[in-house]
């Protein structure tokens, strides 16, 4: 069984920054690719960054330029740095790897 547990979520000001973590159980990020999911307020779960195991990353239109995937096999644990937040970017995140969610971390943007 594997669990994620993602971290860095809260209140931040449009313009601002935030580095949301997700730490596994196990080395899964070393042997699968990953990938972060938002859900917003009455909308479906959608991906926004995906990173495989060579490294190569894709990111949504909507995060491309502002948004940074990447991770830390030494730590199992990834990362999604995000700048320049934006209100619409106000969304609960998850971390993802094959069948297996974290529990989502809040992220609001707002003055």
């Known amino acids: 069984q594997v669990q994620l547990v993602e971290s860095g979520g809260g209140l931040v000001q449009p313009g601002g920054s935030l580095r949301l973590a997700c730490a596994a159980s196990?080395?899964?990020?070393?042997?699968?690719?990953m990938g972060w999911y938002r859900q917003l307020p009455g909308k479906q779960r959608e991906l926004i960054a995906r990173?495989?195991?060579?490294?190569?990353?894709n990111y949504a239109d909507s995060v491309k330029g502002r948004f940074t995937i990447s991770r830390d096999n030494a730590k199992n644990t990834a990362y999604l740095q995000m700048n320049s937040l934006k209100p619409e970017d106000t969304a609960v995140y998850y971390c993802?790897?094959?069948?297996?969610w974290g529990q989502g971390t809040q992220v609001t943007v707002s003055s």
């Open positions: 196990t080395t899964i990020f070393s042997i699968h690719p």
């Open positions: 990173i495989t195991l060579g490294g190569s990353t």
């Open positions: 993802n790897v094959l069948d297996y």
